[in-house]
Protein backbone atom coordinates (compact mmCIF):
# COMPACT_ATOMS: atom_id res chain seq x y z
CA UNK A 1 0.00 0.00 0.00
CA UNK A 2 0.67 3.14 -0.94
CA UNK A 3 0.50 6.71 0.85
CA UNK A 4 0.67 9.97 -0.62
CA UNK A 5 0.73 13.00 1.70
CA UNK A 6 0.56 15.88 -0.49
CA UNK A 7 2.61 17.66 -2.96
CA UNK A 8 3.49 20.70 -0.65
CA UNK A 9 1.41 23.04 -2.86
CA UNK A 10 -0.99 24.00 -0.28
CA UNK A 11 -2.99 21.32 0.36
CA UNK A 12 -3.35 20.08 3.95
CA UNK A 13 -5.34 17.11 2.82
CA UNK A 14 -4.17 14.16 3.48
CA UNK A 15 -4.84 11.98 -0.08
CA UNK A 16 -4.66 8.08 0.85
CA UNK A 17 -4.58 5.78 -2.17
CA UNK A 18 -4.87 1.52 -2.08
CA UNK A 19 -3.25 -0.53 -4.73
CA UNK A 20 -6.17 -2.35 -5.51
CA UNK A 21 -4.44 -4.26 -8.70
CA UNK A 22 -2.84 -7.23 -6.20
CA UNK A 23 -6.55 -7.78 -4.90
CA UNK A 24 -7.81 -8.02 -8.03
CA UNK A 25 -5.46 -10.29 -9.72
CA UNK A 26 -6.26 -12.72 -6.51
CA UNK A 27 -9.74 -12.74 -7.10
CA UNK A 28 -9.37 -13.29 -10.86
CA UNK A 29 -6.98 -16.19 -9.52
CA UNK A 30 -9.53 -17.71 -7.27
CA UNK A 31 -12.11 -17.21 -9.42
CA UNK A 32 -10.44 -19.55 -12.45
CA UNK A 33 -9.67 -22.06 -10.04
CA UNK A 34 -13.23 -22.08 -8.98
CA UNK A 35 -14.34 -22.52 -12.30
CA UNK A 36 -11.48 -25.09 -13.50
CA UNK A 37 -12.63 -27.40 -10.61
CA UNK A 38 -16.23 -27.04 -10.67
CA UNK A 39 -16.39 -29.62 -13.22
CA UNK A 40 -14.00 -31.95 -11.46
CA UNK A 41 -16.62 -31.68 -8.47
CA UNK A 42 -19.58 -32.48 -10.43
CA UNK A 43 -18.25 -35.56 -11.93
CA UNK A 44 -19.56 -38.83 -11.99
CA UNK A 45 -19.77 -40.42 -8.23
CA UNK A 46 -18.72 -44.47 -8.54
CA UNK A 47 -20.23 -47.06 -6.43
CA UNK A 48 -19.46 -50.31 -5.94
CA UNK A 49 -22.99 -52.34 -6.88
CA UNK A 50 -23.19 -55.97 -5.56
CA UNK A 51 -23.25 -58.41 -8.23
CA UNK A 52 -25.36 -61.27 -8.64
CA UNK A 53 -28.91 -62.31 -9.44
CA UNK A 54 -32.21 -61.57 -7.89
CA UNK A 55 -33.38 -64.51 -6.19
CA UNK A 56 -35.85 -66.92 -7.80
CA UNK A 57 -39.50 -65.96 -8.31
CA UNK A 58 -41.95 -67.13 -5.61
CA UNK A 59 -45.50 -69.00 -6.29
CA UNK A 60 -48.06 -66.66 -7.00
CA UNK A 61 -50.35 -65.86 -3.89
CA UNK A 62 -53.41 -67.75 -3.30
CA UNK A 63 -56.15 -65.74 -3.16
CA UNK A 64 -59.28 -66.41 -1.26
CA UNK A 65 -62.71 -63.64 -2.40
CA UNK A 66 -65.28 -63.07 0.47
CA UNK A 67 -68.23 -61.47 -1.31
CA UNK A 68 -71.03 -59.98 1.01
CA UNK A 69 -74.08 -59.60 -0.87
CA UNK A 70 -76.60 -57.16 -0.01
CA UNK A 71 -78.87 -59.22 2.22
CA UNK A 72 -75.87 -59.80 4.17
CA UNK A 73 -74.91 -63.49 1.63
CA UNK A 74 -71.73 -64.90 2.23
CA UNK A 75 -69.78 -66.43 -0.73
CA UNK A 76 -66.39 -67.59 -0.90
CA UNK A 77 -65.16 -67.79 -3.99
CA UNK A 78 -68.56 -67.74 -5.50
CA UNK A 79 -69.54 -70.47 -3.12
CA UNK A 80 -72.80 -69.58 -1.06
CA UNK A 81 -71.69 -70.54 2.93
CA UNK A 82 -74.87 -71.42 4.79
CA UNK A 83 -74.14 -70.04 8.27
CA UNK A 84 -71.46 -68.22 10.66
CA UNK A 85 -69.81 -71.39 11.24
CA UNK A 86 -69.21 -72.53 8.06
CA UNK A 87 -67.31 -69.23 7.71
CA UNK A 88 -65.16 -69.79 10.76
CA UNK A 89 -64.24 -72.97 9.16
CA UNK A 90 -62.93 -72.09 6.51
CA UNK A 91 -61.01 -68.76 7.95
CA UNK A 92 -59.45 -71.07 10.39
CA UNK A 93 -58.37 -73.59 7.53
CA UNK A 94 -56.82 -70.62 6.30
CA UNK A 95 -55.27 -69.18 9.43
CA UNK A 96 -53.86 -72.30 10.22
CA UNK A 97 -51.47 -72.82 6.84
CA UNK A 98 -47.86 -71.53 7.31
CA UNK A 99 -48.38 -69.40 3.70
CA UNK A 100 -52.03 -67.68 4.27
CA UNK A 101 -53.95 -67.38 1.34
CA UNK A 102 -54.88 -63.62 0.98
CA UNK A 103 -58.59 -62.73 1.59
CA UNK A 104 -59.90 -60.36 -0.07
CA UNK A 105 -63.64 -58.97 1.43
CA UNK A 106 -66.02 -57.38 -1.51
CA UNK A 107 -69.13 -56.33 0.52
CA UNK A 108 -71.62 -54.81 -1.71
CA UNK A 109 -72.74 -50.74 -1.39
CA UNK A 110 -75.96 -51.58 0.18
CA UNK A 111 -75.33 -54.27 2.83
CA UNK A 112 -75.08 -53.80 6.09
CA UNK A 113 -72.22 -52.61 8.10
CA UNK A 114 -72.74 -55.28 10.50
CA UNK A 115 -72.61 -58.01 8.15
CA UNK A 116 -69.36 -56.93 7.23
CA UNK A 117 -67.78 -56.36 10.54
CA UNK A 118 -69.09 -59.71 11.59
CA UNK A 119 -66.81 -61.36 8.68
CA UNK A 120 -63.78 -59.13 9.69
CA UNK A 121 -64.10 -59.52 13.23
CA UNK A 122 -64.23 -63.67 12.36
CA UNK A 123 -61.28 -63.21 10.34
CA UNK A 124 -59.06 -60.86 13.02
CA UNK A 125 -60.20 -62.94 15.94
CA UNK A 126 -59.18 -66.54 14.11
CA UNK A 127 -55.71 -64.97 13.22
CA UNK A 128 -56.32 -64.13 9.26
CA UNK A 129 -53.02 -61.70 8.31
CA UNK A 130 -53.18 -60.92 5.16
CA UNK A 131 -56.97 -59.49 4.97
CA UNK A 132 -58.42 -56.86 2.20
CA UNK A 133 -61.23 -54.75 1.57
CA UNK A 134 -61.38 -54.50 -2.38
CA UNK A 135 -63.92 -52.82 -5.01
CA UNK A 136 -65.60 -54.70 -7.50
CA UNK A 137 -67.99 -53.63 -10.08
CA UNK A 138 -70.63 -55.96 -9.85
CA UNK A 139 -71.22 -55.15 -6.15
CA UNK A 140 -69.78 -51.37 -5.30
CA UNK A 141 -71.55 -49.30 -7.74
Keep these: MAMNLGSGSGDNDVMVDIN?????????????MLIITI????HSVNLNMPQGAPPAQQKD????????????TVLWN???LADRAALEDRLQRVAAEPDQA??????NKL??????????????RLGVTKLGM???EQFVK
Design 78 to 80: GEA
Design 102 to 107: EVHIRP
Design 61 to 72: PVVVTIDIDFDG
Design 111 to 124: VEYKSVATVLASAQ
Design 39 to 42: PIQL
Design 134 to 136: VGN
Design 20 to 32: TTPLIDVMLVLLI
